[in-house]
């Protein structure tokens, strides 16, 4: 094993050589049909208190009872475990995102439609996730855009008023940057509709674009 620094921020260890990849008898093809609905990752991204999580977990909510398959990983869950070791540095930023990425991309190729919850701050973490999906379609990245001066009025956790008084540094959109997506798939502005909204505006996406349809919630109202 060596440690092989990356182009950008942070540094990942190289797999060993005596590593190979086991292909599996189901298909991810037999998989999304068995559900009925493609795999894909919904990858919200926008500041702290912009609404990622609450949409996330409402959109979810939307598609479950429709009959689809999702699951969502929020940034402050995934920091209880998987992560549990990193900071807030860049670098450690950088690995908390390739870490869900990774696990990200195993929902989507099982079929499920995975929905992330992460502040994801650096646009080149979120393109190296898009890069390494086995389909371009698999990663839909959607700006949850809220000013952060909303964000700050809100303010659940108290988390921005702990950074304005130094007890919490590097904190993004204070003394941390946020890269804004440049070309994202979707934004939906927390800020001017309410997260019912928000969320059939995401459903409605996955509608136009194939990724659920209404052959599946057929399927699930009739049984």
Not at 37 to 51: N, P, V, Y
Not at 192 to 203: G, L
Request: proline fraction near 4%.
């Amino acid at each position: 094993m060596t440690n092989d620094t990356n182009p950008g921020r942070g540094s990942v260890r190289a797999r060993s050589s005596n590593v190979t990849w086991h292909e599996t008898h189901v298909s991810r093809d037999e998989r999304e049909e068995r559900r009925g609905h493609r795999g894909a990752i919904l990858w919200f991204t926008g500041l702290s208190a912009s609404g990622k999580s609450t949409l996330a977990i409402e959109v979810e909510k939307r598609l479950f009872e429709e009959g689809h398959f999702s699951f969502v990983l929020d940034g402050d869950n995934i920091r209880h475990g998987l992560n549990g070791d990193l900071g807030f540095s860049p670098e450690d930023r950088t690995e908390n995102i390739r870490r869900i990425g990774e696990v990200a991309k195993l929902f989507a190729e099982a079929g499920t439609l995975v929905l992330t919850a992460f502040i994801s701050p650096y646009r080149l973490d979120r393109d190296r996730i898009r890069e390494i999906m086995s389909r371009p379609t698999d990663f839909v990245e959607i700006h949850v855009s809220c000013p952060v001066e909303v964000c700050e009025a809100r303010d659940p956790k108290g988390l921005y008023r702990k950074a304005r008084a130094g007890e919490i540094p590097n904190f993004t959109g204070i003394d941390a940057p946020y890269e804004t997506p440049e070309s994202p798939e979707l934004v939906v502005e927390t800020n001017v509709y309410d997260v019912a909204a928000c969320a059939e505006q995401v459903v409605a996406y996955l509608r136009e674009h194939g990724y659920i349809s209404n052959e599946s919630r057929l399927r699930a109202v009739t049984g």
